[in-house]
């Protein structure tokens, strides 16, 4: 499996803008310390930067946040020019579809989605479109400004004046999205745009990183270096913070291009870099699960996967190499009493250990219209599969977020009972925010009296 994907620079790109930049830029993407496969995926072109954090865990945010780096890579192909807002809008309600056609197509994948983060550059602008809590941040004459903000239950909670930004970044749901992109519900993506000159450099990494690395912290490591070094450094600080999530970071600098005019200002084929892909979308396993995706040529191979051996035309003919016969083994027979006996017992012993394992798997559901925890996999026979309700909240499912809703009709997914408890405790407070603030973002509408005209 491929956990890690080292920092990847690229020659600069020459814009045909009329401001005269190129484009540098480097990324890396690495699986963390504490979890167990890499849902990030992130994508570095000539006029395209992305960073997607799949969720999801057994229902594949790795595909999730996959597909949405290759739906917006398109647009790296063929930039969209004047229209570019127009065009990043479009790219959201794409990946909508293109996620919707997976979960069609394997029913298992309902409940995983994607943040994206998505920066378009062309001359003298760039475009920004954001959907949940991957985030954008621009360097400028040495001042880090963050240009996204949070589609999260804590930044509806600082926005209505409840807690503090500081309080926000240590608050124990920080990490519980109010939009996603998910394949069920159409999200309207932040949109905007900037012009930009040459010294700036912009990030757009996933919480991984900016969840453990504060905005000094972050400036300081993005300051000085080339791309290249500043991805390296930001992701090995992330590390040694403890790196509890996937961690992604793309970072690119526009400078002044010297080079003389020329009576074309296209740039010719051969001198546009190959784009580079990171996490998720550069695993061939990951694209290989989704195959009506068209996916970029990544500047990395996959390390998981040789690269082809290629034949030239000027080497000498060689005799080809003969396969050497290995001598055969005798096999002993055995009787069918012993052949019948071994198969049980490994079926007992995997039966054993299935039970064993389930026993111990949590996770919080829908238990007759309120939210509760269940004991087991949703997998299975039956209604609620391998799994049996062990605890119910007094907190109707209805009251939730739109969102949240989708996720606990789904299962949402609990490392140990404790984790279900947490989850359970923050769906509450989702809840009574709803209730407080009925106009809070996600909330689902207030039930109007009995009789009321609507």
Known sequence: MATESQPAAVPPYTSGGTARLRLRYAARSDIGLVRQGNEDSGYAGGHMLVVADGMGGHAAGELASATAVATFAELDREPPGDEVLTALADAVDQAHDELSRVISASPDFAGMGTTVTALSWEGDRVALAHVGDSRAYLLRDGELNQLTKDHTFVQTLVDAGRITQDEAAVHEKRNLLIKALDGVHHV??????????????????????????????IRELLITGDPTGAVTRLVERAIEGGAPDNITCVVADLVADDSPETADPTPAPSSIPMPVVVGAAAELRNRDRLPGIDFPVDFQPDPDRPAPVTNTSAAPPTEPL???????????????????????????????????????????????????????????????????????????????????????????????????????????AQAAQCVAVPTTPGCPPPAQPTGAVP
Not at 189 to 216: I, T, W, Y
Not at 369 to 395: C, L, N
Not at 405 to 426: F, H
């Open 322 to 428: 003969r396969p050497v016969e290995q001598p055969r083994r005798r096999r002993r027979k055995l009787g069918p009493l012993v052949i019948s006996l071994s198969i049980a017992a490994l079926v007992l012993l995997s039966l054993v250990g299935f039970w064993g394992w389930a026993h111990n798997q949590y996770y919080v559901g829908n238990v007759n219209g309120q939210v509760g925890i269940y004991q087991g996999i949703p997998d299975g026979y039956g209604e609620h599969g391998f799994s049996k309700a062990i605890q119910t909240s007094q907190t109707s499912v209805s009251q939730l977020p739109l969102y949240s809703q989708d996720q606990i009709n789904t299962s949402i997914p609990a490392a140990n009972l404790e984790a279900a408890r947490n989850i359970v405790a923050t769906l509450e």
């Open 188 to 217: 309207e993506p932040d949109l905007s745009m900037r012009e930009v000159k040459a010294g700036d450099r912009f990030l757009l990494c996933s919480d991984g990183l900016s969840g453990v690395l504060n905005p000094r912290e």
